[in-house]
T-cell receptor
């Protein structure tokens, strides 16, 4: 069965610090997709990134970067030079590619608090 | 594109009443998902549809919950009778799935309070 573990429940940093959010996943499939979503205090779920299991290249988008390592089943998310606006709950999620329907399973989320 | 539209945004109801949550997915998306978010249980997948057909409802907590998707542009999640423990934020999401997974778009959610 598929599972996503975000061991860090809460992280508090001071503005401009770098912070890494950990994500470990379990799946039996060789083809799957990994996602990160941001949920700010307003409550909506904002898509950040999608990665398929065949693409292990790390990705950088501005201050955000993602490190995908299949050998350790991890898909970690780093925010460089954090800002107060980064304060939110961040969810890692997994979707197994089984035919035409792919359900998305979430981790428990990590609450990031960035202090000014 | 208007995105995934959920209504109402907020619902307050008394225990025992019927509650109906609504969702309009993105046009062209063939999969629809209902999630519930609580502090205790996080984001739980309740049920999902593919091409309007329910595929997996194993996440539906009990018989009081039911979901329908009569056509490609509309889905409902009904709770009858509602109980205080049903208080949560309910999200609807849609996706275009098939040979690849193009990602999921979530609605703004319905915050349900049962008193």
């Amino acid at each position: 069965a598929q599972k996503v573990t975000q061991a860090q429940t809460e992280i508090s940093v001071v503005e401009k610090e770098d912070v890494t959010l950990d994500c470990v996943y379990e799946t039996r499939d060789t083809t799957y997709y990994l996602f990160w979503y941001k949920q700010p205090p307003s409550g909506e779920l904002v898509f950040l990134i999608r990665r398929n299991s065949f693409d292990e290249q790390n990705e950088i988008s501005g201050r955000y970067s993602w490190n995908f390592q299949k050998s350790t089943s991890s898909f970690n998310f780093t925010i460089t030079a954090s800002q107060v606006v980064d304060s939110a709950v961040y969810f890692c999620a997994l979707s197994e590619a089984r035919g035409a329907t792919n359900k998305l399973i979430f981790g428990t989320g990590t609450l990031l608090a960035v202090q000014p | 594109d208007a995105g995934v539209i959920q209504s109402p945004r907020h619902e307050v109801t008394e225990m025992g009443q019927e509650v109906t949550l609504r969702c309009k997915p993105i046009s062209g998306h063939n999969s629809l998902f209902w999630y519930r978010q609580t502090m205790m249980r996080g984001l739980e997948l309740l049920i999902y549809f593919n091409n309007n057909v329910p595929i997996d409802d194993s996440g539906m907590p009990e018989d009081r919950f039911s979901a329908k998707m009569p056509n490609a542009s509309f889905s409902t999640l009904k709770i009858q009778p509602s109980e205080p423990r049903d208080s949560a934020v309910y999200f609807c999401a849609s996706s275009k799935t098939g040979a690849s997974n193009y990602g999921y778009t979530f609605g703004s959610g319905t915050r349900l309070t049962v008193v």
